[in-house]
């Protein structure tokens, strides 16, 4: 049993380890707490809570270097973010960093040779493949690549004022081209027919059909919800009377109630049973 697991087992308490009582102490002389080797170096952890994250290290057993303390030592060859170039290594271009406190080579060798490695990198150089500020949601700037080969965005700009003809629907066109987003005839409550767009990306209605009644002036934006067109009134009948269809369906419909309920009643009067 090492030093650490009998500290523990001193510090039980109904088979509970008494963690305040062994935090501090340093079990295997390594020179670091057993808190500090279970990154809790101030003994604040409590039972039924997570367990701490980062670097840790077998408290029982002597420890040579603690990777993440900061403090380069022991079998770390380096500590931290720290960066150096591929070149100091003498494994020709690219960036190496420090990962399990050992470097990292991963990126070396083929990382600024204009060529783009597709196990290892995303970019080399000037070379980006296909790639543009485009493929990251942007509309103007030019991509950068690190030293380590990686697509860097820093240099590409937000949304690049909108340029009527460039095939893009943009804030404050209506169309562009054959881009009218969820706009059409239609939509702008004409019967049908073909919208078309013109030179300056406004819209051109003058091949949509006309409604056979007028419709109200509208004005809507790129992506507005137009609804449904209203249906037309219907028109009034050729007799002058002022009686709509509507009416004459009324009238038609309490004609029948009122046949039906005279035959109820004589039906009912028949049979002795009233009404």
Not at 63 to 79: H, M, P, R
């Amino acid at each position: 049993m090492t030093p650490f697991g009998q500290d523990v087992l001193q510090n039980m308490d109904a088979g509970v380890v008494q963690w305040q009582n062994i935090w501090m102490l340093d079990s295997d002389s390594d020179g670091y707490s057993n808190g500090l080797e279970l990154n809790d170096p101030n003994g604040q952890w409590r039972r039924g809570q997570p367990n701490p994250v980062g670097p840790i290290s077998n408290p029982g057993i002597p420890n040579v270097g603690i990777c993440g303390d900061g403090v380069l030592e022991g079998e770390e060859i380096c500590e931290g973010n720290e960066l150096i170039q591929c070149g100091e290594l003498g494994l020709g271009s690219g960036e190496v960093e420090c990962k399990d406190c050992k470097w990292d080579t991963w990126y070396c060798g083929t990382c600024g040779d204009g060529i783009i490695n597709p196990e290892k990198e995303e970019c080399d150089g000037s070379n980006f493949g296909e790639r543009t500020c485009a493929d990251y949601n942007f509309r103007s700037g030019e991509l950068t690549c690190s030293d380590r080969c990686r697509i860097e965005t820093t240099e590409c700009g937000d949304e690049a004022p909108a340029v009527c003809g460039d095939g893009v629907l943009s804030r404050g066109e209506q169309c562009d081209g054959d881009l009218f987003g969820e706009v059409d005839c239609a939509r702008l409550n004409f019967l049908g027919g073909d919208l078309l767009c013109t030179a300056d990306c406004k819209w051109n209605v003058e091949r949509c059909i006309e409604r056979d009644y007028d419709s109200p002036d509208i004005d809507v934006e790129v992506g507005e919800d137009m609804g449904s067109p209203e249906a037309p009134e219907e028109p009034e009948s050729e007799s002058g009377s002022g009686c709509t269809q509507t009416g004459r369906h009324a009238s038609l419909w309490w004609l029948l109630v009122f046949v039906f309920t005279r035959n109820l009643r004589a039906t009912r009067g028949r049979n002795g049973q009233g009404y």
